[in-house]
Structures are given as C-alpha cells and as structure tokens.
C-alpha cells in the first residue's frame, strides 16, 4: 500500500519545536515523533515563516501528511496576523490543524473564539470538512488527536495518488489502442479488460 514519505510537522509557535503544550509533558516535536514512530512514519519538522505555502504546497506534493500545531495565544499574535491570514485563504487542501489549548490564560469559548477569529475559512463547516480544527486541553487528547489527524491526511495523501494513476492507465490504454495493442494485454493496469 502506498505511504507518503514522512510527516511534516509545523510547530507555529514562538518556541518552535520546543514548545510544550502541556508543563509537564515533552516538547511538541517530541510528541509528534512519539505519535508517528508508533505508525512507522519519519516526522520533519519547519517552522511558520514567509515561504509556508511554498513549503506546505512542496509537502504535499512530496507525499507527505502535513499537520500545523499552534496555541490559541499563538493564532492572536499580532506578528503573525498576516501570516495566518495568508494561511488561512490558501492553505493547501489536506493540511491537518491541530489548537492545543492548555486550559489556562482563556477559557475554552475564548480559545474557540480566537480560532475563529484568526482562522474564518478554516473554521468554517464547509471548510473544516477537509480540515482539522481542533481545540484540545490535555496531553493524552493532543495524541488522541494528532493520530486521528495524521490517519485523515494519509488518506487525502492517498486520494491525491490514485486518481494521478487513474489517469496514467487510461492514457496507456489510449495510446496502446492507437497502436493497436489490445488493452487487456498491457501489464500492470487493473480494471476492465486487463490482466491483473
């Protein structure tokens, strides 16, 4: 079964990598290798900066899943607010989002308000159809819910292949009909009138 190479994980908080979420747990990084080891998956990790898009675009289309993990003090920063605006109108289909809150500073309509505020589309039902925008309050949800979001992007990763593929077959065939060869005969395509 086809897996996308790795996990690309951005930290998008002042303290990077080495953020903890929760005091007294690991740094999110740390986290992340943890939940990906588990799946056999390598985890990569950047930060939020001016070329983002570049880089999320350059993930997917490596095949990787891609998930963003912030704070909702993070998404208010006034620093980032163009960033996250940009982010939030041209954020690649499939990117997984993950709001680890850790139950102190705001209260939880609070948290879910500064999503929404800094992240309309995102937020949105129609929106968070493909994406994940979650609020979580302790560490066992974080990985409760940083494995569900990887499993959802490793789905999309997959869905981007098979139609690439799709399209691959019925070129050959066309071209082996012009030529003609009988598509059943051509190795390696599947479905009607072929040999495996």
């Known amino acids: 079964m086809w897996q996308p190479f790795n996990v690309s994980l951005i930290c998008w908080h002042p303290q990077g990598a080495e953020w903890r979420p929760y005091p007294d747990d690991e740094p999110i990084l740390e986290i992340a290798e943890q939940v990906t080891s588990n799946r056999r998956l390598a985890c990569r990790e950047f930060m939020a900066g001016p070329k983002l898009l570049e880089r999320l675009q350059q993930c997917r289309r490596d095949g990787d899943a891609v998930i963003v993990v912030t704070s909702p003090e993070a998404l208010q920063s006034a620093q980032d607010a163009a960033l996250w605006q940009e982010f939030d109108r041209q954020a ?103 040999s495996t």
């Open 92 to 194: 690649p289909y499939g990117v997984g989002l993950i709001v680890a809150w850790d139950g102190q500073g705001m209260d939880p309509a609070q948290a879910a308000s500064a999503v929404r505020a800094a992240l309309p589309n995102l937020a949105s039902t129609e929106a968070s159809r493909h994406d994940e925008v979650l609020t979580v309050t302790s560490s066992k949800t974080l990985r409760e819910k940083m494995e569900i979001v990887i499993e959802r992007m490793l789905s999309v990763a997959r869905s981007e292949v098979q139609p690439s593929r799709k399209a691959e077959n019925s070129a050959l065939e066309r071209s082996a009909e012009a030529e003609g060869i009988a598509p059943q005969s051509l190795p390696g395509l599947t479905g009607p009138g072929s």
